[in-house]
T-cell receptor, first 111, second 117 residues
Framework: GQQVMQIPQYQHVQEGEDFTTYCNSS?????IQWYKQRPGGHPVFLIQ?????EVKKQKRLTFQFGEAKKNSSLHITATQTTDVGTYFC???????????FGKGTKLTVNP | DGGITQSPKYLFRKEGQNVTLSCEQN?????MYWYRQDPGQGLRLIYY???????QKGDIAEGYSVSREKKESFPLTVTSAQKNPTAFYLC????????????????FGAGTRLSVL
């Protein structure tokens, strides 16, 4: 079945440093979504990418969808303590009814 | 967030006991989902339902059961057959899967933490 691999599992950064998490699928995806889960909280939708090679920005966050629609990345520029949490990617395979989540990247930011 | 209510927030299960986790949404969403989250793990799909009176098994359905008698409600029962039930359980909903990519964005409840006594 479809698998979505996400790396790294953990990332510790100093405030102000950049952060990137990567997501790779074993199959071509119809779309990819990114969610953020704050410590003790629940996942919250951030963004959805649909087109091959698509790039979207939300303030300091940049999301990319690969040309082959099998990989994606989330990059945070100049991290802040408010960025702390676990970032999940989730992919929907063409014709599938189910989102498949990666295991997430847990980001900690040292002030 | 907002519009999906899970209860209780914390739940304790005794050996051999069935427990039911509640999930209610007022977003008029067609699809509802149950996920299990273990430390360091992602979200694993237990069951999902796209329409009332119909549901499908996810990746880890053994030891769990669900019902979808009303559009707004999708309760999950953790049965005694689930030998390792301690986890964080998340319920989510979306407008609908598959038909439109814009409609399968999932909205999550605050979760229920289940522990075994």
């Amino acid at each position: 079945g479809q698998q979505v691999m996400q790396i790294p599992q953990y990332q510790h950064v100093q405030e102000g440093e950049d952060f990137t998490t990567y997501c790779n699928s074993s199959t071509t995806l119809s779309n990819i979504q990114w969610y953020k889960q704050r410590p003790g909280g629940h996942p919250v939708f951030l963004i959805q990418l649909v087109k091959s090679g698509e790039v979207k920005k939300q303030k300091r966050l940049t999301f990319q969808f690969g040309e082959a629609k099998k990989n994606s990345s989330l990059h945070i520029t100049a991290t802040q303590t408010t960025d702390v949490g676990t970032y999940f990617c989730a992919g929907l395979e063409g014709g599938s009814e189910k989102l498949v989540f990666g295991k997430g990247t847990k980001l900690t930011v040292n002030p | 967030d907002g519009g999906i209510t899970q209860s209780p927030k914390y739940l304790f299960r005794k050996e051999g006991q069935n427990v039911t986790l509640s999930c209610e949404q007022n977003l008029n969403h067609d699809a509802m989902y149950w996920y299990r989250q273990d430390p360091g793990q992602g979200l694993r799909l237990i069951y999902y339902s796209q329409i009332v009176n119909d549901f499908q098994k996810g990746d880890i359905a053994e030891g769990y059961s669900v019902s979808r008698e009303k559009k707004e409600s999708f309760p999950l029962t953790v049965t005694s057959a689930q030998k390792n039930p301690t986890a964080f359980y998340l319920c989510a909903s979306s407008l609908r899967t598959g038909l439109s990519l814009a409609k399968n964005i999932q909205y999550f409840g605050a979760g229920t933490r289940l522990s075994v006594l």
